[in-house]
């Protein structure tokens, strides 16, 4: 196959991320965790006993890759939907297929949903019957969590499966297949530097079909050379995926991540907004500035000013909106308060302690007026029964919440500084000594 064969044919005109689809486990590109040798997922898909699933997670991570391989491996019909364009209708018409399937030739029938979080609850109940009496074997696929966007009916009966962004590594492996593939750019003769590979495979940000889309654009416009070669350099994986290169060292990069992070700590919003636009300028992602941002204005803020997360949250929502250079605004708005706000750390202190609780104490003698009342034997629910509802006191009485082995502990101390004098305030009118005022020598 040359090159002319190649534009001359209807396969060339399918994208290298479709072209490259791989068409077996083996092929298949990260989510390790999931679909290892020996795993849950593949051992049901090996024995075509794989029951209802979602599969979850960011784009271009292999979801509907995964569900393809599915169909191309089992013996069963295999009908794809989207749930954007599908309606009622379709739904019913796919169940009567996979009835009629099922009763006159014992076939089963795998039911791919794309997007199925847009499925609204009529679109969910016309499949909850043939879920639940294995008329089909529902995959769906969704960027967003099921668990809160979904129907419960559905998600409930159907195993989750959470994808994970795809690292540069496995992204980098795939991009160099892909230049010596015979069903990839193999024909095209093409030279990728290195660092353009690499840089490639970075900025796609885990998604391996934008990883794609940018390596095809580099090499079909890249002209080739008086050797026929066709040369990508950095400059030209620059433009392909419109994301510039660092304009420092990794190291260097660390550093002023590090800096900006221990500026906001130290109250310094000048030095936070310059390292902030120094890392910018040299070609970070924003939404990175942004999320760190948001950690520290739980990390380091906390209680003595909720607000700062409330404005950390909303400055990265209206960058994913506005973009820049009018996203850069909020971001640098919430950079000044975050840095200004009064500072604690009590919260983190707090979780830490809790979970080391969590893992060394593990006290399972709830107290019984706190357990459930609608299960037990007479005794038991009497019990239970004894549960002083707060809002009957005022909207607070004393009464014990933790176990008995850890009815002393004491996780979270607020620090007195900024909103948490407040906090204070409010424990001492309700008689609550425990926590008050008092400083720890960790983190503090």
């Not at 991320?17 to 040798?37: C, S, T, W, Y």
Request: proline fraction near 4%; include cysteine.
């Amino acid at each position: 196959m040359d090159l002319f064969d190649l534009n001359n044919n209807e396969y060339d005109a399918k994208p290298l991320a479709d072209k490259m689809r791989p068409n077996n486990l083996d092929e298949f590109v990260g989510q390790k965790h999931i679909v290892a040798e020996g795993s849950l997922l593949r051992r049901a898909i090996k024995l075509d006993r794989l029951g209802s699933c979602i599969f979850w997670g960011p784009p271009g991570c292999g979801k509907t890759t995964l569900a393809n391989i599915i169909a191309s491996t089992t013996h069963g019909n295999f009908v794809k939907l989207n749930a954007v364009q599908s309606g009622v209708a379709d739904v019913k018409k796919a169940v009567e297929d996979a009835r009629n399937a099922l009763k006159l030739y014992n076939k089963k029938t795998y039911l791919l949903l794309d997007e199925c979080h847009r499925f609204n609850k009529t679109q969910s109940d016309s499949l909850l019957p043939a879920i639940e009496q294995g008329t089909i074997i529902f995959i769906g696929s969704t960027t967003e969590n099921p668990y809160a966007s979904m129907t419960p009916a559905i998600v409930s009966r159907c195993r989750v499966f959470e994808f994970k962004r795809l690292s540069d590594a496995d992204i980098l492996g795939a991009l160099e297949k892909a230049l010596t593939s015979r069903k990839g750019l193999r024909a095209y003769n093409a030279q990728v530097d290195p660092e353009a590979l690499s840089h490639i495979a970075h900025y796609a940000a885990g998604d391996l079909r934008a990883a794609y889309n940018a390596l095809e654009l580099a090499v079909l416009t890249t002209p080739p050379q008086s050797d026929g070669k066709i040369h990508v350099t950095l400059a030209d994986a620059e433009e392909s995926i419109q994301r510039k290169s660092l304009s420092y060292s990794e190291d260097t990069y660390y550093d002023f991540l590090s800096a900006f992070c221990k500026s906001l700590r130290g109250s310094d919003s000048d030095a936070a907004l310059y390292y902030a636009f120094r890392l910018i300028e040299g070609g970070c992602d924003p939404m990175l500035i942004l999320r760190r941002l948001v950690v520290h204005s739980a990390e380091d803020v906390g209680m003595a000013d909720p607000n700062a997360m409330v404005v950390a949250v909303s400055a990265l929502q209206a960058f994913e909106k506005l973009g820049a250079p009018e996203g850069l605004i909020p971001m640098s708005n919430a950079i000044v308060y975050v840095c200004e706000a009064e500072k604690s750390n009590s919260v983190i202190v707090a979780m830490e302690e809790a979970r080391r609780a969590a893992r060394e104490v593990r006290d399972d003698n709830i107290p019984a007026y706190l357990k459930d009342s609608s299960y037990g034997d007479r005794e038991a629910k009497a019990q239970r029964a004894n549960y002083k509802y707060p809002h009957n006191y005022g909207g607070w009485v004393e009464q014990q919440y933790l176990p008995d082995s850890l009815k002393d502990e004491v996780f979270y101390r607020p620090t007195g500084r900024g909103y948490e004098k407040k906090v204070e305030e409010i424990r001492r009118a309700k008689g609550i000594k425990k926590g008050a005022s008092q400083e720890r020598d960790k983190r503090e």
